[in-house]
């Protein structure tokens, strides 16, 4: 039981895995980049060549002003907290387990860790520019979570009532959420909620290359910077697979449905990419407009039209 | 509550060149702004002394790689105000000619680099992309896809061959038509229009305050074009009008700078009919010396007007050059575009204004970083730089 827990969390589904898996995603992402704009791309194991550098190859500064334990904690959080709830929901999306009830909430609170990590981090790292880049963070996240909360709460009400995810799965059997008008509407906010917590234009306020030096992760270098992408490349395959399991009718891993699994997960990373490739940035005060109101809006009428069996 | 320093510099993803702005911020807001220069002083002004006047071309030619015909063309003007030369009217047309180019290739990689500055990196790479025919038009003519060394005093270099403008023609209908698309792309785009409408406003009072140039100054309304208002090459000869906007904010000063590539276009379209009605090979007069005198000369860079002043006493060396470049003037407003706005916002405002530090650093001065107070400034850094040579050579006499 304990040995499987373990395997669970370190190699199948977990951190082996969805690293790999998330890696060959952000390959994905950096070769549609280059194709739109012209340019050749990278091979495609740049992400892991870029990964091994900066862990085994570059130094690790620590910043002088900041504290020291914190800021090397964050990262590891922040990994950990990605892996589990890659693990959850991985465990039940391919029938290893059928997990337990309520997994769908304890999802919600780990896919937030790692942004609360790295607001932690950055605000150990006692730079200015960080700390600019952590309130920015903050602000994003007030935004865009009570948007995220209601998507999973339509959609525990399209499933009747139930927060179990494996019976989320169950109740998109025959046709997947995304088949109603409400699904859709759903689906839409449910890209932008992912663009914010990627981090992807028009929402990478936080790191802001050209405003405030990538903010957030300004201080960081070598090994803690390259777990801060770890992080990213299992929030890359995570977070597309989460919405793929709600809204899409979950994924399969039997014969023909592999395919179309993996189908489902590059087109939502697809559209994540096209989004990023043809939009500016927001300022921070224009980004919770657009959560607040107008994301807001669009779950609310996806809630109501739900309730009309829409 | 203290107010943070956010650094933009000396070294920023922001900027190619180092130069540092230290925005007092509270919160997202800025409240105040001190410009610090000289990371970049090069002495251009000084070394001009110790040339003869065909060697400054290739060192004023070198203050800035992407205007690098603009300051060529006011020595030039300059130069030949002292020598009271009539340039041929074929060397005023390929003169044009390489300044609008110029203007084009400028702009385009303007347009790229505000994208990139919004987070937009698509703009940015497609831009620098449409941008590559022009430079290889450079190519074509001058021989150089950058620094085209094709000004002289009394004329230009290499002449424009009859059988080229066909190829020159055809590579314009091709950068007019992806102008379009990027013209499309960015005035219609409303997430555009979210961050740059209403951002860095700068009032016609402002730019008239601060004496601002060139797009910086037309999008507020301030129709001030040097290629207007004391025509030299053949701007006087061919039709085109200037471009201005009203609002005077970030979107204005893009729409100016893309509206003005259509003009360039125009201006170098019939600078080719003229050429092409002048028999080829006339493209300079010969000037045998430069008497005393002293001369000023614009030319209309692409970042706003550029000014030389030269005084000569006969022999071939200038005793005293002058440079004035635009973003001497444009970076200085910065500090009424940004202050009470958000760091998101100061940041396209500086860069709207297209600043050009390699062109605009002069003199720097030590402050103490405690009290503000000015420890050396011009004279004294002179002084103690000449006091430190005198040691060296007496150390290396001693050596000997």
Redesign the interface.
Same mark, same amino acid.
């Given at each position: 039981m304990i040995f499987s827990t373990i395997i669970y969390f370190l190699i199948f589904p977990g951190l082996l895995f969805a690293s790999i898996a998330g890696g060959f995603l952000s390959w994905f992402d950096r070769k549609v980049t280059a194709m739109v704009q012209f340019r050749k791309g990278p091979p495609v194991l740049q992400p892991f060549y870029d990964f091994l550098k900066l862990l085994l190859v570059k130094e690790t500064i620590l910043p002088a002003k900041g504290s020291p334990v914190v800021f090397m904690l964050m990262p590891i959080l922040a990994l950990v907290g990605a892996t589990l709830a890659c693990v959850f929901i991985l465990l039940p999306a391919l029938n290893i387990t059928s997990g337990f009830n309520g997994d769908i909430l304890v999802i919600f609170y780990l896919l937030n860790i790692p942004a609360l990590a790295f607001i932690l981090g950055a605000l150990a790292s006692g730079n200015p520019l960080a700390s600019i880049g952590a309130s920015r963070e903050l602000k994003l996240i007030i935004s865009y979570e009570l948007t995220f909360l209601l998507i999973l709460a339509a959609v525990i009400f399209k499933a009747g009532m139930r927060i179990n995810l494996q019976e989320i799965i169950m109740a998109q059997a025959d046709t997947s959420f995304i088949g109603s008008i409400s699904g859709i509407l759903l689906f839409i906010a449910a890209i932008f909620c992912l663009q914010a917590k990627l981090g992807y234009v028009p929402f990478d306020i936080a790191e802001a290359e050209t405003e405030i030096n990538h903010g957030s992760f300004i201080e960081y270098s070598g090994s803690a910077y390259a777990l801060v992408i770890l992080t990213k490349y299992i929030l890359l395959f995570t977070l597309p697979v989460f919405i793929g399991t709600l809204l899409l009718g979950g994924l399969s891993f039997t014969g023909i449905n592999i395919v179309y699994s993996l189908l489902k997960i590059l087109a939502i990373v697809l559209l994540l990419i096209l989004i990023r490739n043809t939009n500016p940035r927001l300022k921070i005060h224009q980004a919770m407009r657009f959560f607040f109101v107008w994301m807001n809006l669009l779950v609310i009428i996806a809630i109501t039209l739900s309730i009309f069996g829409r | 509550m203290t107010k =943070? +320093?956010?650094p933009i510099g000396p070294y &920023?993803?922001?900027q190619e060149e180092p130069e540092l702005f230290k925005l007092y911020?509270k919160?997202?807001i800025v409240k105040d702004v001190q410009w610090v220069t000289g990371y970049n002083h090069r002495g251009i002004e000084k070394l001009s002394e110790s040339k003869t006047f065909e060697q400054v071309f290739f060192l004023v030619e070198r203050i800035c790689g992407i205007c690098s015909t603009s300051h060529p063309f006011a020595f030039a003007n300059c130069m030949e105000e002292i020598a009271r030369v009539e340039i041929p009217d074929r060397a005023k047309y390929i003169r044009s000619i390489i300044g609008e180019l110029e203007r084009i290739h400028s702009h385009l990689l303007w347009v790229g680099l505000a994208? &990139?500055?919004?987070?937009? #990196? #698509?703009?940015f790479?497609?831009a620098w992309?449409y941008r590559e025919p022009v430079l290889e038009l450079f190519e074509m003519i001058t021989g150089n896809r950058n620094s085209y060394a094709m000004f002289k005093i009394g004329g230009v270099r290499r002449d424009i061959e009859n059988h080229k403008i066909p190829t020159i023609r055809k590579v314009l209908d091709t950068v007019k038509e992806k102008t379009d698309l990027l013209t499309g792309a960015v005035m219609d785009?409303p997430? +555009?229009h979210?961050?740059t409408k209403g951002v860095g406003i700068l009032t016609k009072e402002d730019i008239i305050a601060y004496g601002a140039l060139g797009p910086t100054a037309r999008a507020s309304g301030v129709a001030i074009d040097v290629r207007k208002d004391d025509p030299y090459a053949a701007y006087a000869s061919v039709h085109w009008k200037v471009i201005t906007a009203q609002e005077g904010d970030v979107f204005a000063k893009a729409e100016v700078r893309l509206l003005e590539m259509y003009e360039s276009i125009s201006i170098i379209s019939q600078c080719l009919d003229g050429l092409q009605q002048i028999k080829e090979g006339q493209v300079d007069v010969k000037v045998k010396e430069i008497p005393e005198g002293i001369g000023t000369g614009h030319a209309e860079a692409p970042r706003g007007e550029v000014f030389h002043f030269v005084k000569t006493d006969g022999s071939n060396y200038p005793v005293r050059h002058k440079i004035r470049a635009p973003s001497y003037m444009n970076i200085a407003t910065f500090k009424k575009a940004c202050v009470g706005q =958000? +760091?998101?916002?100061a940041?396209i405002a500086l860069a709207a204004v297209d600043p050009c530090y390699c062109c605009t650093e002069r003199m720097a001065y030590a402050y103490d970083y405690a009290s503000r107070e000015k420890i050396l400034d011009g004279n004294e850094l002179v002084k103690m730089g000449q006091r430190k040579t005198e040691k060296l050579r007496r150390q290396i006499k001693r050596n000997r």
């Open positions: - | =943070t +320093i956010i &920023h993803p922001l911020c919160g997202e994208g &990139h500055f919004l987070g937009y #990196n #698509n703009v790479m497609w992309k785009d997430v +555009i979210a961050r =958000t +760091i998101s916002d940041t």
